[in-house]
């Protein structure tokens, strides 16, 4: 945690210099998108070569390949012996990356490097730089996976990425930032309820219709997050940190909010240009890369940065295993998704936020009282219970899409 003298409004300045630096890429694009379109540049070009091309993606998008058949043999139907297995390795994968990565995110962002008995070390407080080193890795990774598989092109304009991934840095950043005025515990169980802001901005961006059991679970999840905060906090901090514990709540809140943006938007893309995973992930990664380098550099702050790994090599091993974590954490959850759908993907994420307050707890000695572990028992069965709702739903729904066997009566009749 910080000292009271950083519990201001320093984490709002950092995130006004932050955006500022964002906008410095944002407004120019905006401009040259503008004068692309106005000018009719794409229409008119006479000479096309590379930059007209470059443009083209930008703006407008490619012109998308047409796949006639199916090329190539098709894949085996695998047992179930061989489905347990790949879930299996699928839900370790899952549990293991992003279990160590929130151990790990912890460990850089509350406590110091080179502490000793004489000297209380150096806490790193750059958050955006831990973004961009998370990006640069999953970016790559993403542009390896789609140089070996080579997909058809999508027609989706390239700019269109830009917006969740303007959203996904802010959230990222909001997690990193919180983590410095909260436990994790109180972090990893309003990533739980996040359900709530998603279905906000779900009405908001996409219209969205909800179901009653989805807002019966909204006001569980409600109930349980505020009796955890209120015990956590009456029981880990006293009165002089309620400006701490405020920043922390705003940074949650901001995390929360973009991150619910980011998913629909994303959903929106999915839905109307049909790409897969791997094409969003380095679309989005792309500009995540773009927008903290540039905002890194012109603060300044990357230098420094760089000489703060360099300076402690733990951290430095710190920040290569967090990132192979993000990394192989987004390709095992594009894998569990397509080959067993997104309900068993929610019930191994649900289940990792539980055991990630518990390794949390063990390994950094938070202590939480018997009423804020009930606000994590009503979170998590409210959790479990949308989960159960949801596919019984789907269940119903495909039984009531499936043609009806027509009565022997009719067919007598006919005859």
């Known amino acids: 945690m910080v000292t009271a003298d950083e519990s201001g409004l320093g984490w709002l300045f950092a995130f006004l210099k932050n955006f500022l630096g964002y906008a410095t890429i944002l407004i120019p694009g905006y401009l040259f998108i503008k004068y692309v379109r106005k000018s009719g ?39 179930n012996l061989e489905k347990a297995v790949i879930l299996i390795i699928c839900a370790s994968g899952l549990q293991v990356s992003y279990l160590t990565w929130g151990v790990l995110q912890e460990r850089i962002m509350a406590h110091s490097y080179g502490e000793t008995d004489s000297d209380p070390g150096e806490t790193f407080t750059n958050s955006q730089f ?3 080193v998370n990006r640069i890795l999953a970016f790559m990774t993403a542009a390896i996976v789609l140089w070996y598989q080579k997909p058809p092109k999508i027609a989706i304009p390239f700019y269109k990425y830009s917006y969740c991934s303007l959203s996904n840095i802010l959230s990222s950043w909001c997690q990193y930032e919180a983590l410095k005025f909260v436990s994790f515990p109180t972090q990893v169980l309003a990533k739980a309820s996040k359900v709530i802001p998603v279905m906000i901005m779900g009405k908001v961006v996409s219209g969205n219709v909800y179901e009653v059991y989805q807002y019966v679970t909204a006001l569980l999840i409600s109930a349980g997050m505020s009796l955890f905060l209120l015990t956590e906090g009456v029981n880990d901090r006293d009165d002089s940190t309620t400006e701490t514990t405020f920043a922390g709540l705003v940074m949650l809140v901001g995390y929360m909010s973009f991150d619910s943006f980011t998913s629909n938007w994303q959903g929106e893309l999915f839905k109307t ?23 890194l550099i012109s603060q300044g702050s990357f230098y420094s940065s760089l000489l703060f790994m360099m300076k402690y090599q733990l951290f430095f091993l710190h920040c290569v295993i967090l990132s192979i974590c993000s990394a192989t954490g987004q390709l095992f959850i594009f894998q569990t998704i397509s080959r067993f759908g997104p309900i068993v993907f929610t019930i191994i994420m649900t289940l ?31 959790l479990f219970l949308e989960i159960y709702c949801k596919d019984k739903m789907r269940r119903r729904a495909t039984q009531n899409s499936k043609p009806k066997p027509k009565s022997p009566e009719s067919k007598a009749t006919r005859l």
Not at 41 to 70: F, H, T
């Open 273 to 295: 240009y049909k790409m897969s995973s791997i094409q969003m992930m380095f679309g989005v990664n792309l500009f995540s890369c773009l927008f903290t380098v540039w905002s």
């Open 41 to 79: 540049y794409l229409e008119n070009a006479g000479q096309r070569g590379p930059w007209y091309n470059l443009v083209k993606v930008c703006v407008q998008g490619n012109d998308p390949d047409v796949v006639i058949g199916v090329t190539g043999k098709e894949e085996r139907a695998k047992s």
């Open 130 to 132: 831990l973004v961009f």
């Open 352 to 382: 990792r936020q539980m055991f990630a307050i518990l390794l949390s707890c063990f390994i950094y000695s938070h202590e939480l009282s018997l009423l804020a572990w009930t606000g994590v028992f009503v979170v998590f069965c409210a």
